[in-house]
Structure formats: C-alpha cells, structure tokens
C-alpha cells in the first residue's frame, strides 16, 4: 500500500509571500488531516476532510490559511500571506474513518519563512 | 493550556533493558489513547493504542497502560532495541480530534 504522499519536501519563503502545500492521501481513506509542528512541540490539527467536506477547521487560521480537498481525494493548503511564526513541518495525515485514530502520516513540508 | 503532557523531553536507556514513556493528561472526556513513533525526517507513525475502558494493551515488546484515576497513561519497552531510538508522542482522542503531547526523545544505548 502507497503511503500518504506529500510535496514540496521543504520550502523557503519570505514573509509576506504566499505558500502552497500538497497532500496525496491513501486510496480509499475518507478523512484526511492537516497538521503543523513547530519545532519541539507536538503535532497541532489545523484542519480535517471527511471525503470533500471540511468538518473541523477550529484551529485554522482562516486570515492566512485556507485549505481544499477537491473531490475528497486530493488536498492542498495555502498560507498567504506568511508569517514568520509560521514555520514549522505542515503533515498531512490521512485515516479509513473518522473513528480510526490509527493515522498514516506523510512525511511532511518543512516551511521556513525568513 | 497543554491538555497532553509528556514531561520528560528525553529518555536514555540500555539495549535490552526496560524504557518507560510517560505521559500525564488533564481533559477527562479523552477516549481513547495512541502512541506514535517519530524518525528523523519522517512523520510520525502509529504504535499502539488503548481505549479508556482497558487499563492494559499489549502487542509484542509494546505495553501501554492507563490510569484514569491519576489521568496517566505510559508507554512500556521490553527489551529496548536500538532501533526503538526515536521521538514518541503521546495522544489523545475526543470528539474525532486527536491532541498531541510534545514528545520524548527515546535513546537505546547499545
């Protein structure tokens, strides 16, 4: 089984610049995560899919963030403008259900903003 | 306010002896627990899991055990392996959310 594929690996922005992240989930897994980890903390959802519809977007920084997942497949997140707070590992991560904690992570973008 | 915590930011220990991950949480509605393995450069991935009805899971070298009476759940390693060596987050489940600890760089000294 293909794992969850992510891209860019790593990027380099300037503040102010805008910034896309893609996110390949596992063939047949419905829900689908967006996480940031700043460097020495854990994992912070930003947002989660189930199949093309948003169903938990609390922590989202929705003035700079916004994220898509075309035909429940598919996802990217956008930050625009960045800020230099923002750089972290952006994982995406994906599961069969919502119920299913057993999550597979992508190996993450590693943003830095100068 | 930190609802996982893992306090001890790293763990040394012999291959072939015991590690024990802690981790302590403060929200009560949290039903069920995971731990995941994080290598360098990779996301994490899932270890083993326990629901907050069992006070015990085991699979294989992996143990976890939880106490909800002192809202402490740890991770048990037996025989620790150099390969074990990695970040180890604790987390926790509520309302299809998962909260994550800051993480305990295990290191298995051969």
């Known amino acids: 089984e293909a794992g969850v594929a992510q891209s860019p690996r790593y990027k380099i922005i300037e503040k102010r610049q805008s910034v896309a992240f893609w996110c390949n989930p596992i063939s047949g897994h419905a829900t689908l995560y967006w996480y940031q980890q700043i460097l020495g903390q854990g994992p912070k959802l930003l947002i989660q899919?189930?199949?093309?519809?948003?169903?938990?977007d609390s922590q989202l920084p929705k003035d700079r963030f916004s994220a898509e997942r075309l035909k429940g497949v598919d996802s990217t997140l956008k930050i625009q403008p960045a800020k230099l707070e923002d750089s972290a590992v952006y994982l995406c991560?994906?599961?069969?259900?919502?119920?299913?904690?057993?999550?597979?992570f992508g190996s993450g973008t590693r943003l830095t903003v100068v | 306010d930190q609802q996982v915590k893992q306090n001890s930011p790293s763990l040394s220990v012999q291959e072939g002896r015991i590690s024990i991950l802690n981790c302590d949480y403060t929200n009560s509605m949290f039903d069920y627990f995971l731990w995941y393995k994080k290598y360098p450069a990779e996301g994490p991935t899932f270890l083993i899991s326990i629901s907050s009805i069992k006070d015990k899971n085991e699979d294989g070298r992996f143990t976890v055990f939880l106490n909800k009476s002192a809202k402490h759940l740890s991770l048990h390693i037996v025989p620790s392996q150099p390969g074990d060596s990695a970040v180890y987050f604790c987390a926790a489940s509520s309302s299809y959310q998962l909260t994550f600890g800051k993480g305990t760089k295990l290191s298995v000294i051969p």
């Open positions: 991560a994906s599961s069969l259900s919502r119920g299913n904690y057993g999550y597979t």
């Open positions: 899919f189930q199949n093309n519809g948003v169903v938990d």
